[in-house]
């Protein structure tokens, strides 16, 4: 009984010693990690002019908002009766359970052929200068009538057949009547464009590093901080600013060296050149958002690369001519991830369905 208690003694003893000194490592690491942080919030003082919290409005008072608008564009966003034979709707190819894209290439369309663009996301978008990968439409009321009437898309023949379609739906008789009461005949194209429009504008995803940029220290990790000041250190500011980190001018793709060549692109898109034909607008792209980026895979206009990482050296390597190691990729990356909001929970389910 005496050894067993001078064991018993001795083990405790050392569980006690190897806790105190494990409890002491951790406070070590603590201590270490909180210094790094607050020497990379030093570092990113100067640099943090090219970053901006996201706002919290995207209204157009070309478009008040108002709630029943909201209510009618929600249900229109869902609504397969847009697409001729009843195949697609706005959440087919921008999915607001999965950060408003369907993570494919390319997405189908009403009659199963693909696009040739990837369907970019609906997050943030109303903050966008303009609409598309070519940036051909001005706002998202615009872009909302766009894919409706494209043949490739949604297919339907024609602006007077969506609204009589609509206009036959019992439960759009009141929404349209509500959303606009001034109407004589609410059931108009441009009355379905704005409330889809009104709708997106409240699809807005702040994030950890909005919190960061409105002085919470502890919002963003030590790797994150780091990943932050050589996202801006590297140029990625120079095109990537701002509240969206994009989203607010056009750029050629492929300043150093072809973009397909390092995307493994199967067709040469000229971007905007498609449009104006004019040699100037050549692989012009509109810079792509990167709220949301860690969930909105495959990036590139053409949804080529399906890898973040990958994503994040190619645009060092063909924007900047500069190559990344691991460890700046890790640190980018990571500060990347920080930037995933949430999408509002109410948005996520058709409306019309959960009614029913």
């Known amino acids: 009984m005496k050894h067993y208690s001078i064991f018993t003694f001795l083990l405790v003893s050392i569980v006690l010693t190897s806790c105190g000194e494990s409890a002491e490592a951790d406070n070590d690491a603590i201590d270490k990690e909180a210094k790094e942080s ?79 663009r990837n369907s970019p996301t609906t997050l943030n978008a109303a903050l966008h200068i303009s609409q598309f990968w070519d940036g051909r439409m001005k706002d998202v009321e615009e872009q909302a009538g766009g894919p409706v009437l494209n043949p490739v898309e949604m297919n339907m023949p024609s602006e007077a057949e969506v609204e009589k379609r609509l206009s036959q739906v019992e439960v759009y008789k009141e ?45 963003l990790t030590a790797q994150e901080k780091k990943g932050m000041l050589s996202f801006a250190l590297i140029g990625c500011t120079t095109c990537h600013n701002g509240p969206l980190l994009g989203g607010n001018q056009m750029q050629r793709f492929g300043v150093h060296k072809p973009y397909w060549e390092a995307t493994g692109s199967e067709r040469h898109d000229g971007g905007l050149f498609e449009q104006t034909k004019d040699s100037f607008d050549l692989n012009m792209f509109k810079v792509p958002a990167l709220r949301n980026i860690a969930e909105t895979y495959p990036y590139f206009h053409d949804g080529s690369v399906s890898s973040l990482r990958e994503a994040v050296k190619i645009m060092a390597d063909v924007q900047l001519d500069y190559k990344m190691n691991k460890t700046e990729v890790d640190n980018v990356v990571a500060f990347l991830q920080a930037l995933t909001g949430e999408v509002p929970v109410e948005y996520q389910e058709d409306p019309l369905a959960v009614s029913e």
């Open 38 to 116: 607050a020497r990379y919030d030093g570092l990113l003082a100067e640099h943090l002019s090219s970053f901006a919290v996201l706002p919290s409005e995207a209204n157009n008072p070309e478009n008040v908002s108002t709630p029943a608008k909201i209510k009618l564009g929600h249900a229109l966003y869902f609504d397969t009766r847009l697409s001729l034979t009843g195949n697609n709707s706005c959440n087919s190819c921008h999915n607001l359970k999965t950060y408003g894209v369907d993570n494919l290439p390319t997405s189908p369309g009403d009659a199963g052929e693909n696009g040739d």
């Open 175 to 219: 929404l349209f009547a509500e959303a606009y009461p001034n109407d004589a005949n609410p059931f108009t194209y441009t009355n379905m464009r704005k409330a889809i429009g009104v709708f997106e504008r409240q699809l807005l995803t702040p994030s950890r590093v909005d919190k960061y940029l409105k002085g919470e220290k502890n919002a």
